[in-house]
T-cell receptor
């Protein structure tokens, strides 16, 4: 158990819909990262938050957005869903800091999204 | 930009065989390097890491050495077990003011008895 929790575990929805994925980082970790894992794209970094502020952006679509709340949990919002958005979405956390360097990221179990 | 390349899988080995999974990277600076493992149906777990050149990371019988001259971080294990069947990801982390991690495509390993 990494200490990172994600809900829901599975999500089935239809095209055009909007969903929210939730992540609670390990106690004390300030950084939260979101990743998308699909068969054709592999593991793609989406976005990182550090202590409530966006820190880095990866291959995140404009239809997707995220935020980190004062209690440090994070939500990833996916809207106007398409079939190709079906994937496993992972959240990870790390203590965070200005010199990330060798910090370990701790991954949650993921949310499996299926868009029909 | 920075990138990580791994050998294509899937890799199938017999129990007690020697394992090597190649990983090479491209980076502008001197990143930290990681190997993560993903067991079926689970999230990624850190297997080992190295933060500077010539460092050797090791864990659970796995080893990898940070080779700056060849920009490589190959994963090795002397004798694999069935329980090592998983997907292995090589990754790098830029030592800048943010903590973005770049993952390789992953290498699937199956160990048969």
């Amino acid at each position: 158990d990494s200490g990172v929790t994600q809900t829901p575990k599975h999500l089935i929805t239809a095209t055009g819909q909007r969903v929210t994925l939730r992540c609670s980082p390990r106690s004390g970790d300030l950084s939260v990262y979101w990743y998308q894992q699909s068969l054709d794209q592999g593991l793609q970094f989406l976005i990182q938050y550090y202590n409530g502020e966006e820190r880095a952006k990866g291959n995140i679509l404009e239809r997707f957005s995220a935020q980190q709340f004062p209690d440090l949990h994070s939500e990833l919002n996916l809207s106007s869903l398409e079939l190709g958005d079906s994937a496993l979405y992972f959240c990870a956390s790390s203590p965070g800091g200005l010199a990330g360097g060798g910090e370990t990221q701790y991954f949650g179990p993921g949310t499996r999204l299926l868009v029909l | 930009g920075d990138s990580v390349t791994q050998m294509e899988g899937p890799v199938t080995l017999s129990e007690e065989a020697f394992l090597t999974i190649n990983c090479t990277y491209t980076a502008t600076g001197y990143p930290s390097l990681f190997w993560y493992v993903q067991y079926p149906g689970e999230g990624l777990q850190l297997l080992l890491k190295a933060t500077k050149a010539d460092d050797k990371g090791s864990n659970k019988g796995f080893e990898a050495t940070y080779r700056k001259e060849t920009t490589s971080f190959h994963l090795e294990k002397g004798s694999v077990q069935v329980s090592d069947s998983a997907v292995y990801f090589c990754a790098l982390r830029e030592k800048t003011s943010y903590d973005k991690v770049i993952f390789g495509p992953g290498t699937s390993l199956s160990v048969i008895p």
